[in-house]
């Protein structure tokens, strides 16, 4: 099928090279020259293992482009996804211009029926707008699908091509056979197509993010209360885990959730409670928690330093939001260093794939360093915010020979707190007791 993507971002990019590499003909369209002209050079402009590799494979096959004429996509392909940017507003309300925008354009180029396939992430209602957008525009039929996407930074590849689930939001029943088409070769060992409306679509998607991101801020305000009342978390968190019910997942308590998703989902979802007098005190809550959770554990660094926090040194581990990811946005490393530095705190750093990103977000003062083990020379404490492979299972005799004083601040719950209690360590993490150092 020759298609097109509207939009070389994150979401853009991974689905237009899947549907490549499921042998479908892809024209990627973006309005950033520079990027388009990085792209077709092989240059891939985000950090998502496998992505170059399946690029450079489709590229080279001929079943992947690259352009900024979208008009000409328009006119060559019949299928068209629009995976532009929804940035937040003031309000926590989504940016719907960029997509008004494309669809307009789209419907100014149109020489006949297309089919025009939102999977941007997009407000209840959304499907409406752009419909008339598209009908004020042209005379020409098409049809609208609402198919958004659940990919997950760090994994996105296997979350496109074994996908949970596809939700295809239409009316027409010729379109969803279409678009199952699209889909099936990700479906070889059970049909995990849900089928419904548009507006239920847009909803799913928001419900999604909204319940991970409750589980998520639920387990740090119960890990708050275990460190108060003489708990471990870590015991909580698999007892309650292991009810069929509740399941394991995303009940790891924390520095907060972060990215390009859940907050702007979760402050989306209050957006539209509050726009129809139908107040979401629970995801609202869940907004305020995590806010919080950020600023805490920041300020329990600041606090153990107190009035000497302009002679203290910190090195921090890890500055993208979540492993496997060179992405910041809403990172709590990134809230949290600005915390420490504003205190007169200096700040080293390193993180495996996000130390590019970051120097736009940080300030010159906080040194970006290539080893996460010489960074440790001479200072006062190791504090930890991403959980990179390589650092669940780091050389400690070599952190305890760099620092004067042996002393880690964990926001990810990596270690035993007893183990690094012998090795002499002074060890703070999230919802765990501390223990005497050996």
């Given at each position: 099928m020759n298609m097109s993507v509207v939009g070389t971002g994150y979401v853009g990019l991974v689905a237009g090279a899947c549907f490549a590499d499921s042998g479908n003909h892809v024209t990627c369209v973006d309005c950033n020259l520079d990027k388009i002209d990085k792209l077709n050079m092989g240059d891939i402009p985000i950090y998502e293992p496998g992505l170059a590799e399946i690029v450079k494979r489709n590229t080279a096959a001929g079943r992947l482009k690259f352009t900024a004429d979208l008009s000409a996509a328009v006119r060559s392909t019949r299928v068209l996804f629009i995976a532009v940017g929804t940035p937040p507003a003031a309000d926590g309300s989504p940016d719907l211009s960029s997509i008004l925008d494309v669809a307009k354009t789209i419907a100014q180029s149109m020489d006949g029926y297309r089919i025009v396939v939102m999977k941007s992430t997009v407000p209840v209602g959304t499907h409406l707008k752009v419909s008339e957008a598209i009908a004020g525009e042209t005379d020409h039929p098409f049809d609208y699908v609402s198919n958004p996407e659940f990919l997950k930074e760090g994994a996105a590849l296997d979350d496109f091509m074994k996908p949970d689930r596809v939700v295809i939001g239409a009316t027409n029943p010729a379109v969803m056979e279409i678009m199952k088409e699209l889909y099936n070769p990700f479906m070889r060992r059970s049909d995990r197509i849900l089928m419904m409306d548009p507006a239920s679509a847009e909803m799913t998607k928001y419900a999604a993010n909204a319940l991970l991101a409750t589980k998520i801020s639920f387990m740090n305000e119960i890990a708050g209360l275990c460190e108060r009342l003489g708990a471990d978390v870590e015991c909580v968190r698999r007892g309650a885990g292991s009810d069929s019910r509740i399941g394991s997942a995303f009940l790891f308590p924390g520095v907060g959730y972060g990215g390009s998703c859940f907050p702007k989902d979760v402050g989306a979802l209050v957006s539209m409670g509050d726009a129809v007098d139908h107040p979401m005190s629970i995801v609202d809550a869940v907004q305020r928690v995590n806010q919080r959770q950020r600023y805490t554990f920041a300020q329990r660094v600041i606090d153990h330093f107190g009035d000497h926090c302009a002679n203290t040194t910190l090195a921090v581990w890890g500055l993208a939001f979540k492993a496997?990811?060179?992405?910041?946005?809403?990172?709590?490393?990134?809230?949290?260093?600005?915390?420490?530095?504003?205190?007169?705190?200096?700040?080293?750093?390193?993180?495996?794939?996000?130390?590019?990103?970051?120097?736009?977000?940080?300030?010159?003062?906080?040194?970006?360093?290539?080893?996460?083990?010489?960074?440790?020379?001479?200072?006062?404490?190791?504090?930890?915010?991403?959980?990179?492979?390589?650092?669940?299972?780091?050389?400690?005799?070599?952190?305890?020979?760099?620092?004067?004083?042996?002393?880690?601040?964990?926001?990810?719950?990596?270690?035993?707190?007893?183990?690094?209690?012998?090795?002499?360590?002074?060890?703070?993490?999230?919802?765990?007791?501390?223990?005497?150092?050996?």
């Open positions: 496997r990811t060179d992405d910041v946005r809403e990172s709590p490393a990134i809230a949290a260093i600005k915390m420490f530095t504003k205190n007169g705190m200096t700040v080293r750093a390193h993180d495996p794939e996000a130390m590019d990103n970051a120097k736009r977000e940080l300030d010159a003062t906080v040194t970006m360093c290539e080893d996460e083990y010489d960074m440790l020379k001479g200072a006062d404490a190791l504090v930890i915010f991403t959980d990179w492979p390589k650092f669940r299972t780091p050389d400690f005799q070599a952190i305890a020979e760099r620092m004067p004083v042996k002393l880690i601040f964990d926001g990810r719950n990596m270690y035993d707190p007893q183990q690094l209690a012998k090795r002499g360590f002074q060890y703070f993490c999230v919802g765990r007791p501390s223990y005497p150092v050996v």
